[in-house]
């Protein structure tokens, strides 16, 4: 038969370190306690000397005992707990293990030049006990831990306590006595685990982000108080999309990218109120770390879009079989594209510009005028971006100008669009509804921008797989019917930026800037 017997949630009860557990025995319903031999349980965390993976917010550790073989785990931030990489020690592993070169790939966007070495420990000196009832039925078991938690390394910090569990029951009343029972014995409910004292042990003080403007302490507020809250969210956002790129998962090559553009967009935009001798660098970095991402990500639009053009069409316009030749094509692309994209994010140059970006937010580079008032501020730098986006969308609508210099122009205003709705979400805090309303409004110009560049781009791979099919002899009529759609609509959409403009570049929305 099927055991559906709801099992009651396992609660931790902590005291001193020196306390003992209390005879359970006399418990209602139970005759005895059969004890179970002691076990030794650990957790090894490794870290760098000055715990960058706990500041991150990773955990990675060596589990010894539970009944479990040795392995590695590694719990990443942002992921359910079952998703914990884990790799299995070698049995002939040494004392101190090597971190696994699959795992030491994952962080190694965190640890840069760090050296892996043990960090911390938490070590459980565990006896069970099961509770037995009338013909030796079991009741309950009973988990006692002697727990130590320590800190290793050139400083060590720890604790050390009893922990007591109650498990495997469905029986409220004896888990309730039992409670009662530990609590009379000086054990009180456990607020956190001991992986969790571990983590608050091992992570290190938040640095202190020198927020200063010509030598005085910048206000809440500010201008330059608002910009790095802006820079410090998406250096944070760029750190996490690490992770997720070094793991193969899908979007982050594109989020990587998005938030180095809204890093250097926000250094470019608002450059007045900076030191540029500083911010410079970073910005040429940020410019060549997104260029090298980017084959990666428009292989990844490009496959996507080409493959859904063709699902698309009438199955008797899908002549010769240019289905599996798009796969064959972007098969291979994406993985040479992905694979330069880790060797990026494992260079040198990459490893330099997290260092500067840590170092910005250390000892922000703010000019003088960084200490006004955000909400009088911001607008100016953000009117700025906009004027640029209105210089561009000039030329591209209009009609008295040469195509090649129109085409130009919306490829200008495409990039001046992005770094306007960037500069107009650093603002965007301090300004609040008037900033929220006209990024809402320049919305759908900006997407018939971008949308506008996926053709271009997308009939550029069309030609080039219609001439690998003509090479092979095969067909490529599909790929021209779908290079004559992306031309059409790369039409329409500059026969409407004319209305689109005029309906997103309304005066009233556009007041705040000055």
């Not at 193969?248 to 608002?270: K, T």
């Amino acid at each position: 038969m099927t055991d559906t017997t709801t099992r009651i949630e396992n609660r931790t009860f902590r005291g001193a370190a020196e306390a003992g557990s209390p005879p359970l025995d006399a418990l209602p319903g139970v005759l005895r306690g059969d004890p179970a031999s002691q076990q030794v349980l650990e957790v090894e965390r490794f870290d760098t000397a000055d715990r960058r993976l706990a500041a991150a917010g990773i955990a990675l550790a060596v589990h010894r005992g539970d009944g479990e073989q040795p392995h590695w785990r590694l719990d990443l931030p942002d992921t359910d707990h079952g998703e914990a990489l884990r790799v299995p020690l070698a049995p002939d592993a040494p004392p101190v293990p090597e971190v696994p070169g699959e795992l030491a790939e994952l962080v190694r966007g965190v640890v840069r030049d760090g050296e892996l070495r043990p960090a911390g420990q938490v070590r459980r000196v565990r006896t069970g006990t099961r509770l037995l009832g009338d013909e030796d039925r079991p009741l309950a078991t009973v988990v006692h831990d002697h727990v130590t938690v320590a800190t290793l390394g050139s400083s060590t910090e720890g604790a050390a306590w009893t922990e007591v569990q109650v498990r495997d029951t469905a029986d409220p009343g004896l888990v309730d006595a039992a409670e009662r029972l530990l609590g009379e014995a000086g054990l009180r409910p456990a607020s956190s685990s001991a992986e969790a004292e571990l983590d608050r042990l091992l992570r290190p003080a938040a640095p202190k982000r020198r927020r200063r403007a010509g030598g005085k302490r910048t206000r809440p507020g500010s201008a330059g108080d608002v910009l790095v809250a802006y820079l410090a969210e998406h250096v944070d956002r760029l750190a996490a999309e690490d992770l997720r790129a070094r793991r193969g998962e899908p979007d982050s090559v594109h989020q990587l990218r998005v938030a180095a553009r809204r890093l250097r967009s926000a250094l470019q935009s608002y450059r007045r109120i900076l030191d540029r001798e500083r911010t410079e660098p970073i910005v040429e970095g940020l410019r060549e770390f997104a260029r090298a991402l980017a084959p990666a990500r428009d292989a990844e639009v490009l496959h996507a879009r080409i493959r859904d053009g063709l699902a698309g069409l009438d199955p008797a316009l899908l002549l010769g079989p240019v289905q599996a030749q798009v796969t064959r094509h972007y098969g291979r692309v994406e993985q040479e594209t992905a694979a330069a994209a880790l060797s990026t994010l494992d260079g040198d140059s990459y490893a330099g510009l997290r260092r500067d970006l840590d170092e910005l937010l250390r000892r922000p580079p703010l000019a003088k005028r960084a200490a006004r008032k955000a909400r009088k501020e911001l607008p100016a730098h953000v009117a700025r971006a906009a004027r640029r986006l209105d210089r561009a969308v000039a030329v591209a609508v209009d009609p008295a100008k040469p195509a090649e210099e129109r085409d130009l122009a919306v490829h200008d205003a495409r990039k001046a669009g992005k770094r306007l709705r960037y500069a107009t979400e650093v603002a965007r805090p301090a300004v609040g509804k008037d900033a929220k309303r006209f990024a809402k409004q320049m919305k759908g110009f900006q997407q018939a921008l971008g949308e506008h560049q996926d053709t271009v781009v997308a009939r550029h791979a069309l030609r080039e797989l219609a001439a690998r099919c003509h090479e092979s002899g095969e067909n490529g009529f599909a790929f021209g019917l779908l290079h004559g759609r992306d031309e059409a609509r790369a039409l329409r959409i500059e026969e409407e930026l004319p209305r689109l403009w005029a309906d997103a570049w309304r005066p009233r929305t556009r007041r705040w800037l000055r």
